[in-house]
Nanobody, 121 residues
Framework: QVHLVESGGGLVQAGDSLRLSCTAS????????MGWYRQAPGKQRELVAA???????NYTDSVKGRFTISRDNAKNTVYLQMNTLQAEDTAVYYC???????????????WGQGTQVTVSS
């Protein structure tokens, strides 16, 4: 079993910054992709940013230039530095990981429980 534990959410004002962290723990052989999704009230969950084990990154257009995703492979941890936050960034942010438990098992997807980010304008 694997658990993803997120931290770093909160209530901030527009223009402020926040840093989210997510650590994966449990039986882990390798993690291919880690990332962050978000879901605002009444909207579908959307990809915010993702990073591969080789540090290739992908961002949704609305956060490019403001958010930075990074990863510490030794700690099985992914970070999301969010700068110049806007009211439109308000959502529950979910950590996501695609990983193998052992060399012989297929990759599986795991989700964190989510952390609330609220940006007041």
């Amino acid at each position: 079993q694997v658990h993803l534990v997120e931290s770093g959410g909160g209530l901030v004002q527009a223009g402020d910054s926040l840093r989210l962290s997510c650590t994966a723990s449990g039986t882990i052989f390798s993690i291919y992709v880690m990332g962050w999704y978000r879901q605002a009230p009444g909207k579908q969950r959307e990809l915010v940013a993702a990073i591969t084990s080789g540090s290739r990154t992908n961002y949704t257009d609305s956060v490019k230039g403001r958010f930075t995703i990074s990863r510490d492979n030794a700690k099985n941890t992914v970070y999301l530095q969010m700068n110049t936050l806007q009211a439109e960034d308000t959502a529950v942010y979910y950590c996501h990981a695609v990983l193998r438990h052992t060399h012989f098992t297929d990759p599986l997807t795991y989700w964190g429980q989510g952390t609330q980010v609220t940006v007041s304008s």
